[in-house]
């Protein structure tokens, strides 16, 4: 194979004769112009541009020729006055350096691009999503808030202009907080369908200002009926031949001939007899203090400070290179384009040797090994920069194969990490494609705190560090307080919190271990209503993605809400490959919400998309106590967006709108403690282990690993995914037409029972099924009512009875499954809507 070789071949035949997708529109749309396929629910075709410095190694003067070009365009369109207001936004991760390129055109306009990486400190200006992107949240980050507040022309940089999405919800979202007159937007290529094409207009007049388009070229792509389809079959074949699992992919190194697609063997890495690589790591001398990019904002005094420093840097990689490299690529890092590919222009003119440049991707993409075709090979390698979603795969596009002598990687210092050296990471993939691998470090950039910004938190703890849930499945905003002995019997407990006033989020009650025969109603319960619980989760999920956020930021209360929260992501993944955040944050009755936990959210997310998740309402004491501590917050903070409602699995005290099932059963999670959340303990707020700057803090326990069934739970329901789908798809309809309004009936009944058997306090009231069991696995009930023929779903509840000697009340006429009822004459531990204890 070799990618340097120029056949003729449009680099789009392969995906156009196997789909019957045709590329029409103006003269030299198929040289700018090659196509792919990839997994994604919403668009199976990837258009591949050939002078974008993304997917294809380009000259990198022809990559900044076309950016630099748009913006002289811009610029003529507005006249002199107007570009000298303009302010340019790119969009991640493809098209930052595209943006920059379009702003020096532009001539003196600032310039800011959108990022998939949190930075804490740095309160978003605004956030928006894009829709068929394999990787959606896009967050403005700039260290100066005024930067988009002026009054001159927005100029809006993507490398393609599509449906037009993606623009729209940017236009939306910055005018109802940034209202202005003109808007332009920039794209290499217009592609958008002629159904599409009036919606710019419409657009323009709903929001009363201009706006403008501008383009390279301009086209539309013909897609014949069930494409996605079997673009998604066509990818899945080419994967399974390959050995590739959809969600594990590895590098694939497929060879089609004409009229017959053959994969080639799959490798780790695609195949290769070099030697170990020679790693030279080289010092730019990059300017103290500039920045390293346009996250947090790129002034014109900083585009002088770059131009005037680029021919030392340049100078400085091609001392480094060898004499004899004929061909040399400069590879830059995700977001990190433009200063890798204003060096590259500048290293291009110094050395002898063909320069090509292009970037490494979040983007996964299938790999055919065929001149029609836009992605050659690729090579895979661990994500190795801290990415706020979790770990995970990063691509490195038609590099194998190509021939090249040395390769110079740029990254910045966040993505200077043991990942990026270890043996499977980027280094070692170039190494075995190129005899010399050449390391460039660019400082990252970050904006000074004032005195008044709050100290910065720490990232979330995910397992296997912190509980036995894969590390992508959560993140726990929590502090591990694992070393810590915090246990107490619970009579012992419960004295303490009635003699001294002590908050029962002070302590931990010691950790129930199951009998056998207890085990076995576990796992026999969750067999029976694994299905029941697979319909619910993705009823909620889908109401969520349908009516909350395409994209929501799931935040569940640890720790009932945590395995619901994780099957909510699963469902979300395995119904539309989403990947979306989730964190567990703490909530402490009589004392609200983690604020740290809320803080570090609102850096790193736009909060309308957070969506917090529980298991299951019971009088709705968490939901009202979660919307005052959020009013709280806001009002405190000045930050706002924050929706309090909770998404639940079950709602049998109609309590929320947002619900998977208003029935009140069993959910097997309710049955165990840590043993079916992650091992992680309910969490604790004490004075003398939390400060002001710490998050809520929870244990790992590590010692019952061999009684964990965390994993084996959420595997049973998600195994019931497939056979619920056309369920779900049904409820989701009725729900959506359904008067969902809350009737608060739950408390209603609550405040009833507590009058009729003399208890006079709401608080020492357990409704439903979820808040009986964890009665009865850590408090000192008094007894339990049962409403007459509940069935198996109580079978767990009368052996916890049994064992703790707790009388059962069959009642007629019960709104709930069963009650249970604490009485402080009876126990010392009952406690009161402060959390502390309750003296009659």
């Avoid at 053959?262 to 790591?281: E, K, L, M, S, V």
């Avoid at 302590?507 to 056998?516: A, F, G, N, R």
């Avoid at 309910?682 to 019952?704: C, I, Q, S």
């Amino acid at each position: 194979m070799n990618i340097a070789a120029n056949n003729g071949d449009w680099s789009g035949s392969w995906v156009a004769e196997r789909l019957g997708v045709e590329l029409v529109g103006d003269d030299g749309l198929t040289a700018l112009l090659g196509l792919a396929l990839r997994r994604n629910p919403k668009r199976a075709h990837l258009l591949v541009s050939n002078v974008l410095g993304k997917h294809v190694p380009q000259s990198p003067s022809v990559v900044y020729g076309h950016g630099f070009a748009l913006g002289r365009r811009v610029r003529d369109l507005l006249g002199e006055g107007e570009a000298a207001r303009a302010v340019v936004v790119g969009y991640a991760e493809t098209a930052t350096g595209l943006g920059h390129s379009v702003a020096d055109g532009i001539g003196l306009a600032p310039y800011l691009h959108s990022t998939r990486r949190p930075v804490p400190g740095v309160t978003p200006a605004g956030g928006f999503e894009e829709s068929h992107s394999h990787a959606t949240s896009h967050l403005l980050l700039p260290e100066d808030p005024a930067l988009l507040s002026g009054e001159g022309p927005l100029v809006l940089v993507d490398d393609e202009f599509s449906t037009g999405n993606t623009v729209l919800n940017t236009i939306r979202d910055l005018h109802a907080r940034y209202p202005r007159k003109r808007y332009v937007v920039v794209a290499l290529v217009d592609m958008r369908s002629p159904a599409d094409a009036g919606r710019l207009t419409s657009f323009a007049e709903e929001i009363n200002a201009r706006v403008d388009l501008v383009a390279a070229a301009s086209g539309t792509v013909k897609l014949p009926e069930g494409v996605l389809e079997k673009g998604q079959e066509l990818v899945a074949r080419y994967e399974e031949s390959a050995g590739v699992a959809p969600q594990a992919d590895v590098q694939p190194n497929l060879r089609g001939a004409r009229g017959t697609a053959r994969p080639a063997p799959t490798h780790p890495q695609a195949p290769d007899n070099r030697t170990t690589p020679h790693i030279t790591r080289v010092d730019l001398h990059w300017p103290p203090g500039l920045p390293d990019g346009g996250r947090h904002g790129f002034t014109p005094a900083h585009r002088a400070r770059l131009e005037s420093a680029l021919p030392l840097m340049a100078a400085r990689l091609a001392e480094a290179l060898p004499t004899d490299a004929r061909r040399v690529l400069t590879l830059g890092f995700e977001e990190l384009m433009y200063a890798p590919l204003r060096i590259a222009r500048e290293l291009e003119a110094l050395v002898p040797a063909e320069v090509r440049y292009s970037t490494t991707t979040r983007s996964p993409v299938l790999a055919v090994d065929d001149p029609g075709y836009a992605i050659r090979s690729r090579l895979v390698f661990p994500a190795h920069d801290n990415p706020a979603d979790g770990p995970g795969d990063r691509y490195a596009y038609n590099v194998a194969g190509a021939g090249f002598d040395a390769v110079v990687l740029f990254v910045d210092s966040a993505g200077d990490t043991p990942e990026l050296h270890a043996p499977d990471g980027l280094p070692a993939r170039l190494g075995a494609h190129a005899p010399h691998v050449l390391l460039a470090v660019v400082p990252s950039y970050v904006p000074a705190l004032t005195e008044e910004s709050p100290a910065m938190l720490p990232e979330p703890l995910r397992g296997p560090a912190f509980s036995s849930y894969p590390a992508e499945d959560v993140g726990w905003l929590l502090q591990d307080l694992s070393d810590v002995t915090l246990e107490a019997p619970t009579e012992e407990r419960e004295e303490a919190i009635q003699s001294g006033g002590a908050h029962y989020a002070e302590s931990l009650p010691v950790e129930y271990q199951p009998s056998e025969r207890y085990q076995a109603l576990f796992h026999a319960a969750l067999e029976t209503s694994a299905a029941r619980i697979a319909r619910a989760v993705g009823v909620v999920t889908e109401t969520v993605l349908a009516e909350r956020s395409p994209r929501p930021v799931l935040v569940s209360l640890a720790r009932a809400g945590t395995p619901v929260g994780v099957l909510m992501r699963r469902w979300a993944q395995f119904r539309y490959g989403l990947d979306l955040p989730h964190y567990a944050v703490s909530i402490v009755r009589g004392r609200g919400i983690d604020a740290n936990a809320l803080r570090w959210l609102a850096a790193h997310h736009d909060p309308r998309d957070v969506v917090f998740v529980d298991g299951w309402t019971g009088k709705g004491a968490i939901t009202r106590e979660l919307a005052d501590a959020i009013a709280e917050f806001e009002e405190r903070e000045g930050v706002s967006g924050f929706d309090p409602e909770i998404a639940v699995l079950a709602d049998p005290g109609s309590c929320v709108r947002t619900y998977g099932t208003r029935e009140d059963f069993l959910i097997p999670s309710a049955c165990l403690n840590s043993t079916v959340s992650g091992l992680i303990s309910r969490t604790v707020l004490r004075a003398d282990l939390v400060g002001p700057d710490d998050f809520h803090g929870a244990k790992f326990y590590r010692e019952l690993a061999g009684a964990d069934v965390s994993v084996a739970f959420l595997d049973a329901v998600v195994a019931r995914f497939g056979e619920v789908v056309e369920a779900v798809d049904g409820a989701v309809k009725e729900l959506a037409v359904a008067d969902r309004t809350p009737s608060w009936e739950g408390w209603a009944a609550v405040e009833r029972i507590s009058e009729e058997y003399g208890i006079h306090d709401v608080n020492l009231v357990k409704p439903g099924v979820g808040e009986t069991t964890r009665v009865l696995l850590r408090r000192v009930p008094w007894k339990i009512l049962a409403r007459a023929g509940a069935g198996a779903d109580l079978d767990h509840v009368r052996l916890l009875a049994e064992q703790r000697g707790v009388p059962v009340e069959e009642v007629g006429e019960l709104p709930y499954t069963c009650v249970g009822l604490i009485h402080p004459k009876y126990t010392r531990g009952a406690t009161g809507a402060d959390g502390k204890a309750v003296n009659l």
